[in-house]
């Protein structure tokens, strides 16, 4: 584990392993490209057509995994605390350092933001690359009561149970990028609920996207079943909750549904209320921020921004 030989090779499959990954960006993205090649212990290759997989390259995560067993066999058994070598120790404590500040960052980073127009409050910040199944309990006025199911669960389809719930939860169809069709327009594999905006608007599948100006937008046909039968069927999608694309769908088609696209799905079960909507995740602060003004200052005479300021109610 101490030997330079194992450094090199390791280093080499770290060059092949950027280099090939950088290259996969074009067609993938860089969020794909992040989860597949560096955040994982191997880069897998699936035949297409098939539901297996076959390992072709190391993953960062091994690569990195080694590289620090390494480093630090190799400083175990050199190690000579004097004053010549107070260099290599440095390095080397700083290369540790890097390798696991790494680590720590990607498996417990969250990212966030919060977005509002002046005069509006919120008490909870949005995640920018997932997104959330939530069942809303808004029946007591005091409080809303939030089940929430992760994307993940939804794309496998089937059923979703959970003892809290008092109905079971079934995922119909899922698109993982969708866009908005007409009840005219061409093409078999399309959304379509019995109830909500669903019964009107309709979703059809779209190819996955890579840029990053642009994202996948999912759907789902969602129905909500209990013990004695259908409750109903939802169609949810981030087209209805996540800007820029909810403010640009109710642009385009805002008029021909009459404020209905910026409204809640709800239905009753059990004298209890209920929403429904996929949407980003959400993390709540025990705290509310109030936008209170907005300001871009330019330069005199030009439209160059100059300053960004906001002035908030904490």
């Known amino acids: 584990f101490s030997s330079l030989r194992l450094t090199v090779a390791l280093l080499v499959c770290a060059l092949l392993l950027v280099f090939v990954g950088t290259l996969a960006q074009v067609k993938f993205g860089l ?5 597949e090649f560096f955040r994982n212990v191997f880069v897998y290759w699936h035949p297409k057509g098939t ?38 120790f440095t390095i080397h404590a700083g290369l540790i350092l890097l390798l696991l500040g790494q680590f720590f960052t990607e498996v417990f980073q969250v990212e966030s933001n919060i977005r509002f127009e002046e005069g509006q409050t919120r008490d909870y910040s949005e995640d920018s690359r997932h997104n959330e199944l939530a069942i ?7 409080h ?34 969708s866009e908005p069709a007409g009840p005219m327009a ?19 599948q779209a190819p996955l996207v890579a840029t990053m100006d642009n994202e996948n937008k999912p759907t789902a046909l969602i129905e909500v079943a209990s013990d004695k039968g259908t409750i109903g069927e939802w169609t949810v999608s981030t087209w209805l909750t996540k800007y820029p694309w909810s403010t640009y769908l109710d642009e385009q088609m805002g008029a021909m549904f009459g404020g209905e696209l910026s409204q809640p799905q709800t239905f009753q079960y059990g004298g209890h209320t209920y929403q429904i909507a996929l949407r980003p995740i959400r993390y709540y602060k025990p705290y509310t921020i109030t936008l209170l003004k907005f300001r871009n200052d330019k330069y005199r005479g030009t439209d160059i921004p100059m300053n960004f300021s906001s002035k908030i109610h904490l």
């Not at 297996?52 to 400083?75: D, E, F, S, T, V």
Request: hydrophobic share 40%; net charge positive; aromatic share 10%.
């Open 144 to 177: 809303d009561e939030v089940y929430s199911i992760p994307e993940t669960l939804v794309a496998k389809g089937g059923e979703i149970r959970d003892a809290k719930l008092p109905f079971t939860i079934r995922v119909k169809n899922y698109f993982e990028n």
């Open 31 to 35: 969020y794909v490209v992040q989860a």
């Open 51 to 88: 539901s297996w997989k076959i390992p072709i390259l190391p993953g960062g995560w091994l690569l990195g995994g080694m590289l620090l067993i390494n480093l630090i066999a190799a400083h175990v058994k050199r190690f000579e605390f004097t004053k010549k070598k107070i260099g290599i």
């Open 186 to 204: 061409g093409g078999g594999n399309k959304i379509k609920a019995t109830d909500g905006i669903g019964k009107r608007l309709q979703f059809s």
């Open 136 to 142: 809303i309990d808004v029946s007591n006025p005091d």
